[in-house]
T-cell receptor, first 117, second 115 residues
């Protein structure tokens, strides 16, 4: 099956610093990638939809200036958490949909656990 | 109103027995897809099974089957012959054609398989 990687798998940072998380589709091209956040014992909440070559679409309540998304190529999307604070500590998961007409499935990355001290 | 409802926050099942995880959904879009994912403690999301709104037959994938009742808007996951490795969180998700490729997830059901 299609593989999506995320880097780093975990990161600990000080409050006020910025953290970049990469999401790569390894064996397929993805015009659309998604970023989710998952708090402990809760479900995945969609943060934004990342489209290659255009601005990301953010869900209501998600600060686009705080969570910067760049989808620079058909295989790479990055999420930058700017000026991170402890409340940003969470599990961040990306997913990607292959550029195949009619394809339904999203393939998920393994997630990145962010801890802000 | 919630679009995906999973009413069972936690469930136990004896090893080798079958278990049904409930999922109901709400949509006015005639074209949609329903998915089940498994999330073990490692956090990765593992795709289990997919059912399209126009599919005539219930989807099956190995020990997983989806009991799709369109009129009742339910898409329950049935796991046959449970194994210890099936212990995990299970999420039901829906994709609506009119909403592009984005998914809506239910709150999940934690399944614990007892030896």
């Amino acid at each position: 099956g299609a593989v999506v990687s995320q880097h780093p798998s975990w990161v600990i940072c000080k409050s006020g610093t910025s953290v970049k998380i990469e999401c790569r589709s390894l064996d397929f091209q993805a015009t659309t990638m998604f970023w989710y956040r998952q708090f402990p014992k809760q479900s995945l909440m969609l943060m934004a939809t990342s489209n290659e070559g255009s601005k990301a679409t953010y869900e209501q309540g998600v600060e686009k200036d705080k969570f910067l998304i760049n989808h620079a190529s058909l295989t790479l999307s990055t999420l930058t958490v700017t000026s991170a604070h402890p409340e940003d500590s969470s599990f961040y998961i990306c997913s990607a949909t292959p550029w195949v007409a009619g394809h339904n499935e999203q393939f998920f990355g393994p997630g990145t656990r962010l801890t802000v001290l | 109103a919630q679009k995906i409802t999973q009413t069972q926050p936690g469930m136990f099942v004896q090893e080798k027995e079958a278990v049904t995880l409930d999922c109901t959904y709400d949509t006015s879009d005639p074209s949609y897809g329903l998915f089940w994912y498994k999330q073990p403690s490692s956090g990765e999301m593992i795709f289990l099974i997919y059912q399209g709104s126009y599919d005539q037959q219930n989807a099956t994938e190995g020990r997983y089957s989806l009991n799709f009742q369109k009129a009742r808007k339910s898409a329950n996951l049935v796991i046959s012959a449970s194994q210890l490795g099936d212990s995990a969180m299970y999420f039901c998700a829906m994709r609506e054609e009119g909403q592009g490729f984005s998914f809506i997830f239910g709150k999940g059901t934690r399944l614990l398989v007892k030896p």
